[in-house]
C-alpha cells in the first residue's frame, strides 16, 4: 500500500507539481489550443472533480494568458455553472485566474495557473 505523503511524492516526481491524480494530463494553454472544462476544484476537500453535467461539453478555445488569467472563448457545447444566470452562448468569453486564494490555500508553492491546468483538458476537436 502507498502511504498519502509517498502517493503526493510520486505525483510530483511524474507530473512536476502537487496536482492531485484526477488531473494527470492537464492543459497545456497555449494560445489557440482547444480545451474541454473536466474539473472543478474543490478546495474543502482539496481535490479536483469531474464538473457537472452543464459544463461538461463545454469546449473552449485558449484566447491567451493575460497577466494572472486565462482569457476563452466558448466555441461549442453547453456552459451553464451554477453561478451564471442562464447558459453561455458561443463566442462568451471567460477569464479564469490562474491559481485563487482557495488553491494557493492548500497549495502555497503551486506552479503559476497549476489550478487552471488542472480544470481543463486539452484536445484536438470539440465534441460534436
Known amino acids: 500500500m502507498i ?3 509517498h502517493l503526493a511524492t510520486a505525483c510530483t516526481a511524474l507530473w512536476g507539481s502537487s496536482m492531485h491524480a484526477e ?3 492537464p492543459a497545456r494553454l497555449a494560445t489557440g489550443d482547444l480545451v474541454l472544462k473536466s474539473h472543478s476544484y474543490d478546495s474543502k476537500a482539496d ?3 469531474p464538473v457537472d453535467a452543464a459544463q461538461e461539453n463545454a469546449c473552449f ?3 491567451g494568458l493575460q497577466g494572472r488569467f486565462l482569457v476563452t472563448e466558448l466555441v ?3 456552459y451553464a455553472p451554477a453561478w451564471m444566470e442562464a447558459a453561455a452562448e458561443i463566442g462568451h468569453r471567460d477569464e479564469w485566474m490562474g491559481n485563487d486564494e482557495f488553491y ?3 497549495h502555497p508553492d503551486a506552479a503559476p495557473f497549476e489550478l487552471t491546468r488542472g480544470l ?3 484536445v484536438a476537436a470539440c465534441p460534436s
Open 23 to 25: 488531473t494527470a494530463n
Open 104 to 106: 494557493t490555500a492548500n
Open 76 to 78: 461549442s457545447g453547453h
Open 120 to 122: 481543463f483538458t486539452t
Open 3 to 5: 502511504r498519502p505523503i
Open 61 to 63: 478555445t485558449v484566447i
Open 47 to 49: 481535490r479536483f472533480i
